[in-house]
Structures are given as C-alpha cells and as structure tokens.
C-alpha cells in the first residue's frame, strides 16, 4: 500500500467535485494499493448524521469506503501522534486532531496522504504529501 485519502479526496470522489480524482484512486488502488483511515470516516459519518437525507449519503460513503481498506488509529498511529502533535506545538503550529491523527497513520504505515489541504499537512516535513485533486 502507498496512499492514505484525506478525507477532502474522499467528499470529492463521492461528490464528483473532481471527476478525475475516483477512478485515479481506484486505478491506483489495484495498481500500488490506496487506504482510507478510520479517522476519514468518523469525519464523514458525523457528516453524513448532520444532513437531512442521512441514508442517501452514508449509503453512498459506505458504497465508496467498501473499495479501499480501511486503517485503525491503533498504537503504532497513537505514537507518530504524540511526536506529531509536540513538534508542532513546539512550534506554535498545531493542526486539527483529525488531520494529527490521519497524518499519524500515514506514518506508521509509510504512506504518502492524498489531500486538497496541503497547508495544513506541509508542516510536517517528513510526511509525503500529494494533491491528486490539483493535477
């Protein structure tokens, strides 16, 4: 495996924001293996429970998080967190927890996040980062 969907490529491909964005991911997924984490579908779950027509759209998350596995935040993650979140409040810079922690996973599974929000995750400098969405 060598991609982690932030959960910003996740609304994308489930929305059609970015057309090109979902069969890239399924094309890479078969070829070099894409993962979302648990932490994606917390963020999109508790999305989908604020909406009117919650059914509708967490069938539709449930439909695309069946093609990718799924990563926990377990304690290799809990750990990458810890030295995350120090060297970025050491620096005034801290992140939302969601992100500290779907950044963790990549780490302590040695994958490279695919996401839109490339402010946010540039802080961390020994992270791989890609924007598939600006290609």
Known sequence: ????????????????????????????????????SAISKAEMYAGS?????????????????????????????ADAYGRIHAFLRDRGQLMGVADMQIAAIAMANGLTVV???MRGFTRLSDLPIEDWAAE
Do not use: W
């Not at 996740?10 to 070099?32: D, M, V, W």
């Open 1 to 36: 495996m060598r991609y982690l969907l932030d959960t910003n490529i996740c609304i994308y491909c489930i929305n059609g924001r970015y057309p090109q964005l979902f069969e890239k991911a399924l094309r890479r997924h078969q070829s070099t293996g894409v993962a979302i």
């Open 49 to 77: 429970y604020s909406r009117r027509s919650t059914a509708r759209y967490r069938r539709e998350q449930d439909e695309f998080f069946s093609r990718f596995p799924s990563l926990p935040f377990n304690d290799t993650a």
């Open 115 to 117: 996401t839109h929000d």
